[in-house]
């Protein structure tokens, strides 16, 4: 979508009427977004890393959650 390198807030904007969920590592944005007035759903996921092979295992639960 040509978003690369769009910073937190302004992606939030951008998502807004896209998406209905942002699935994040970045543990932070409660600290930097009020979380109350988001345009979307919000998913921090937590793992060791942010590596493909570290976030795999979470898949299930946000499957599970995202419904």
């Known amino acids: 979508m040509g978003w690369a390198g769009v910073k937190n807030g302004a992606l939030l904007s951008l998502m807004t009427g896209k ?6 590592s970045d ?3 409660p600290y930097q977004q009020n979380t ?13 890393s942010n590596r493909l092979d570290a976030l795999e295992p979470l898949v ?8």
């Not at 109350?36 to 060791?48: D, H, K, R, S, Y």
């Not at 299930?60 to 419904?67: D, G, H, Q, R």
Request: charged share 5%; net charge neutral.
């Open 36 to 48: 109350a007035t988001l345009p979307v759903a919000l998913v921090i996921l937590v793992a060791p």
């Open 60 to 67: 299930p639960k946000v499957l599970a959650i995202l419904p």
């Open 19 to 24: 998406f209905d969920v942002f699935l994040t």
């Open 27 to 29: 543990q932070n944005i």
